[in-house]
């Protein structure tokens, strides 16, 4: 049976929001025996590197250097052997890890918690999840407009960063001295639409006392997942009641689900035009000029992109498929004669909008004579 000795805390938080000087402040304080693991994706660990300059407290620091790859995939089980071997250590009090700064923390609690699980003898137990915020940026970017050449590149950035502060149980919010207190405030409500139980605590260059990172509740899977803003709209939301999901912020959400293919060009002129009352949304959808591939489309503030993934099941070749109905005869549960498993499905977080005139846009992009192109 396993005995729950090590907190692990796992930081995140994209390139330059300040993690590692986050480490380097933790570091420093010596309050209690941490092991440190440090992921970076280049072949040199530039972040291991710089922590390593912190001083002497080092010295009493266990670190292990993670490197080409990512703890949330290709490195999962290195990770997880790494964590165990330190977990063995008793005279290891804490066991931090600075994940790298593309990784989905969604990702790397599940492998951590599928492990828990799985060894009976390991010490070490999921403590929190923190996500450490830029509120410069996210004022700037998420918030604000961005200039027509920026779009497009910081696009994939920001929805990046929506991700990780989505699933948190402890939100830092670094370069708070950048912002008006009017700023900060906003900031903060912006948040608000994306994470609405994650603790917030403020900060500059860092600056955060070990003990409030580790003196409070143990990690909740299904409670952090839960109380983001898409999850909370894919399990409340009524379709057809927008008011239904109407939150204590004043947030509402809903859930467009349409068989029928967008009109690529048409989507796109929406996403151009996109409504600034929406703050997020979330969800895969299907051109009518490629009834093959799943898109991922993902709007935050005023970025908005669109990523092609992997194909429909109904795409497949015909013996691929006939194996997967005879291995897996559910996937024909929601399966339609015409489209297959292709459907759209968006989540829409917002404040102050519509749902029908949201809605009617949406419709208009929608193609509803579109033919199957022949084989």
């Not at 407290?57 to 250097?65: C, D, Y």
Request: aromatic share 8%.
């Amino acid at each position: 049976m396993s005995t729950r000795e090590v907190p692990i805390v796992i930081i995140t938080g994209y390139l330059g929001s300040g993690k590692t000087t986050l480490m380097q402040n933790i570091l420093k304080q010596e309050k209690r025996k941490i092991a440190l693991i440090v992921n970076d994706m280049g072949s040199i660990n530039i972040d291991a590197s710089i922590l390593d300059k912190t001083g002497n407290r080092l010295a009493s620091v266990k670190m292990v250097e993670m490197q080409n790859g990512c703890i949330c995939c290709t490195l999962r089980d290195e990770f997880m052997a790494e964590i165990d071997k330190l977990s063995e250590d008793r005279s290891v009090e804490a066991i931090f890890v600075e994940a790298s700064g593309i990784s989905e923390p969604s990702s790397i609690a599940g492998a951590f918690l599928n492990y828990e699980a799985m060894t009976e003898s390991t010490r070490a137990y999921l403590k929190c999840i923190v996500s450490v915020v830029d509120v410069d940026r996210i004022y700037r970017e998420f918030l604000h407009s961005l200039t027509e050449e920026e779009d497009k590149e910081e696009g994939d950035v920001i929805n990046l960063i929506m991700d990780q502060i989505e699933f948190c149980n402890l939100m830092i919010l670094n370069k708070t001295d950048l912002l008006t207190k009017e700023q900060l405030s906003e900031v903060k409500e912006g948040l608000r639409y994306l994470q609405q139980k994650a603790d917030m605590i403020e900060c500059v260059n860092g600056n955060v006392d070990l003990d409030v990172i580790l003196d409070r509740e143990d990690f909740d899977f299904d409670e952090v997942e839960a109380y983001s803003a898409v999850q909370m709209a894919l399990n409340n939301c009524e379709h057809d009641d927008v008011k239904a999901c109407v939150d204590e912020y004043g947030i509402s959400s809903f859930v467009f689900e349409e068989r029928m293919p967008f009109n690529r060009e048409a989507f796109n002129k929406l996403i151009e035009n996109y409504p600034e009352a929406l703050i997020r949304s979330k969800g895969y959808i299907w051109f009518s000029d490629d009834w093959k591939h799943i898109q991922l489309f993902e709007q935050a503030g005023r970025n908005a992109t669109i990523t092609e993934l992997t194909e429909w099941v109904c795409a497949w070749p015909k013996d691929e498929l006939d194996k997967m109905v005879e291995d897996f005869p559910e996937v024909k549960e929601d399966w339609d004669d015409t489209y297959g498993d292709r459907c759209n499905q968006v989540v829409f977080i917002g404040k102050g909008y519509e749902k029908s005139e949201i809605v009617k846009l949406l419709y208009d992009c929608v193609e509803d004579d579109a033919k199957a192109p022949a084989n």
